[in-house]
């Protein structure tokens, strides 16, 4: 897995949501760059919590605003969102049980996040926000 760099293709035209997501892909970038230095457990526990400070956030943001302007897709786009948190919190827990557990793993699972829910489907609501004029 390389660094990942922030593209302006990745933008969803909402300010606020482009720099949560920019966020998570400091958060992969973290991970990534202490397991490159064999620290990838050490460093696994910080990095969930904050996973899961910023997807609690983030999320209620974003469903939020669909709400407000009644966005038709928040149902599905909610339960995306139910999916990943559910995924983080079970990490979080093996973690705090003493599991084994691979950093390479939740930084799979935290690329594959940003590939399907973040450049795939987020971008459904891109052009909706804009049409409400939301920037
Ligand atoms: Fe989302």
Do not use: C
Request: hydrophobic residues 40%; without cysteine.
């Amino acid at each position: 897995m390389s660094l990942l760099t922030w593209r302006d293709d990745m933008s969803v035209g909402v300010a606020k949501f482009d720099d949560d997501h920019r966020q998570l892909v400091d958060l992969i970038n973290e991970l990534h760059d202490a397991m490159s230095h064999g620290r990838g457990s050490a460093a696994l526990e910080s990095v969930l919590d904050r996973v899961l400070d910023y997807s609690r956030a983030h999320f209620k943001s974003e469903e939020d605003l669909m709400r407000e302007y009644g966005f038709p897709g928040l149902e599905e786009h909610a339960a995306d969102h139910q999916k990943l948190l559910e995924q983080t919190e079970t990490y979080r827990e093996r973690l705090t049980q003493g599991g084994r557990m691979m950093s390479v793993e939740v930084a799979e699972f935290l690329v594959e996040w940003l590939r399907t829910h973040t450049r795939d489907m987020d971008k459904r609501y891109a052009e909706f926000f804009a049409d409400k004029g939301v920037v």
